[in-house]
């Protein structure tokens, strides 16, 4: 089955407005990451968050790793802040995969 | 601004045809990865190369290879194209397995 499902699919703000991403996991993570991809196709780590609450500007994660949960909150939203935000995990297998979702997309529109 | 460089950007080719891809990163990195994002954006890992010590996706067929020269670069070689390998394949970096990942942009491969 599917290892990480991420919620909404999609998600449309006014600008200014927050923004609450969620990933869910059937496996236990030994790393947890967000990603951010733009319109334009490329990868953008965000920040590594495998447990616990991490901040980075606007950008909030927190990982409940017994609930095998995480969520990713953005506030006051920016047109920029548009594309599709990815969760990942690695399971700790030992073959160090990444095991992604298939992304919130997000637009902003002001 | 980015430091996981990709070349080329785009690729057609046939069935059966070879065709290598090209990675290099500045960041002074450790550990170099490729993963594939099929059409329906999911991305899966093929290789991880960590201090000349690969690993390999078991699932990944065995006309896939990647190359390494140094820690810096890692290019991907796949011996005869399917269909099936038509995706995005997009290389990253990381200073250690399970540090954050840094990624090219991408090559995108069309198989006719």
């Known amino acids: 089955g599917q290892q990480v499902q991420q919620s909404p699919s999609s998600l449309v703000l006014q600008e200014g407005e927050n923004a609450e991403l969620q990933c869910n996991f059937s496996?236990?993570?030994?790393?947890l990451q967000w990603f951010y991809q733009s319109p334009g196709g490329s990868l953008v780590s965000l920040l590594s968050?495998?447990?616990g609450t991490k901040h980075t500007g606007r950008l909030t994660s927190t990982t409940v790793t017994k609930e095998r949960r995480s969520s990713l909150h953005i506030s006051s939203s920016q047109t920029t802040d548009s594309g599709t935000y990815l969760c990942?995990?690695?399971?700790?297998?030992?073959?160090?995969?990444?095991?992604f979702g298939k992304g919130t997309s997000l637009t902003v529109i002001p | 601004e980015t430091a996981v460089f990709q070349t080329p950007n785009y690729h057609v080719t046939q069935v059966g045809n070879e065709v290598s891809f090209n990675c290099k990163q500045t960041?002074?990195?450790?550990?170099m990865y490729w993963y594939k994002q099929d059409s329906k954006k999911l991305l899966k890992i093929m290789f991880s190369?960590?201090?000349?010590?690969?690993?390999v996706n078991e699932t990944v067929p065995r006309r896939f290879s990647p190359q390494s020269s140094d820690k810096a670069h890692l290019n991907l070689r796949i011996k005869s194209v399917e269909p099936e390998d038509s995706a995005v394949y997009l290389c990253?970096?990381?200073?250690?397995?399970?540090?954050?990942?840094?990624f090219g942009h991408g090559t995108k491969l069309s198989v006719l």
């Open positions: 990253a970096s990381s200073w250690d397995i399970n540090e954050r990942l840094f």
């Open positions: 496996s236990t993570a030994t790393q």
């Open positions: 968050n495998p447990s």
């Open positions: 990942a995990i690695d399971r700790g297998t030992g073959y160090q995969n990444f095991y």
């Open positions: 960041l002074g990195h450790d550990t």
């Open positions: 190369y960590n201090n000349k010590q690969l690993i």
